[in-house]
């Protein structure tokens, strides 16, 4: 971890902002505490969803704070980060007090738009709020309304001793319940490349197709050993464990849609196209080549120690949380 107490950084040196916010996606969550500020998320004893507190899936650091939901009242906050839909329309009124629900505020949007691709309308209409998106595609297909907008760039963080090696003549697949989620996740895709491919699926969920879930901390050494790593998603935010292999230096197999065909160049740092064929067969050519795979890996670890490094995306967090409370604080000017 790059967690440090003492290190600078933000434009509030006296103290460090005081950040609520929902545990919505763990990895996420866990990538966004690696900022120089504090972190404070509502736990519910039955955990619903964004109230399971910290988990004992990843290893938090002292700047992650549990607060019962009854005491969240209570508490003194500096900024408001909405993940969900669900947060900004029902958990803010449930559990802030009307004074919280006044101070700076970000939503934080982790997805396209799943109604129409390009007319839909964003559920945060503010001027005084900031949208941050978490691809360029994302901020393109919304309809931002008057909320200023700012993307914010993944970053992750891999073991230093884990590395590529691609002995295992296999692709891989990271997905979460891709049963229950469908075309948009890649279910079909997924199924018909593996009639001709040798494919294994971890994520949770994914027992009846795959080996089952693989815990966050062991993912690394567990796929590292694979060929490629394909990633069948159709419609999503670029998946945080696209940008992982990446940065192990896993050569990328996917489709180019969203913000894919940015990540990854084509033919230099992995395969992408729209034509499954042709993936099917590059697929076959990678796993009859293991000297090629092995490029595209070491050009996949270039682009991600560049582009999804933790310290630029902890920096830009911080920015951002300092932006949305300095312009609260500064003074409104009225045109008459």
């Known amino acids: 971890m790059i967690f440090d107490t003492n290190s600078g950084g933000s434009m509030f040196a006296n103290r460090r902002l005081k950040v609520f916010t929902w545990h919505i996606h763990g990895s996420y969550l866990f990538y966004l505490s ?9 736990t519910k004893e039955d955990k619903p969803e964004g109230y399971y507190g910290k988990g004992e899936t990843f290893h938090f650091g002292p700047n992650v704070h549990e607060v019962p ?9 500096d900024v408001i980060l909405f993940q969900s839909r669900k947060n900004f329309i029902t958990d803010q009124y449930e559990i802030l007090s009307a004074e919280q629900r006044e101070l700076p505020k970000i939503y934080l949007e982790h997805d396209p738009p799943q109604e129409h691709p390009t007319l839909t309308h964003h559920i945060v209409d503010d001027p005084d709020m900031l949208l941050v998106h978490v691809t360029n595609f994302n901020e393109l297909m919304w309809d931002n309304n008057r909320t200023p907008t700012r993307v914010i760039d993944h970053g992750v963080i891999v073991p230093q001793n884990v ?13 979460n319940n891709i049963q229950r989620r469908g075309r948009r996740l890649g279910l079909d895709v997924f199924l018909k490349v593996r009639e001709q491919v040798p494919l294994d699926l971890v994520g949770m969920g994914a027992e009846e197709l795959g080996l089952g879930e693989v815990k ?86 270039k682009t991600a120690m560049e582009r ?24 409104k000017i009225i045109l008459n």
């Not at 939901?69 to 906050?77: I, K, L, P």
């Not at 590395?163 to 997905?175: F, P, Q, S």
């Open 308 to 331: 999804f490094n933790i310290q630029r995306f902890a920096k830009d967090w911080e920015d951002a949380f300092n932006y949305i409370v300095l312009k609260r604080k500064a003074p």
């Open 216 to 301: 966050h901390g062991q993912l690394p050494d567990f796929i590292t050993k694979y060929r490629f790593f394909f990633n069948p998603i159709r419609y999503t935010s670029l998946g945080l464990a696209v940008c992982e292999a990446m940065m192990m230096g896993m050569p990328i197999v996917g489709l180019a849609t969203t913000e894919m065909v940015t990540a990854i160049d084509n033919g230099v740092s992995g395969i992408v196209h729209t034509d499954m064929n042709y993936l099917i067969d590059q697929m076959h050519r990678l796993l009859a080549d293991r000297t090629a795979a092995e490029q595209l890996g070491r050009e996949a670890q």
């Open 69 to 77: 939901a009854e005491e969240v009242r209570s508490q003194d906050f």
């Open 163 to 175: 590395r590529y090696t691609g002995e295992k003549e296999r692709g891989i697949v990271v997905i």
């Open 34 to 42: 690696q900022g120089n500020y504090d972190l404070y998320i509502p």
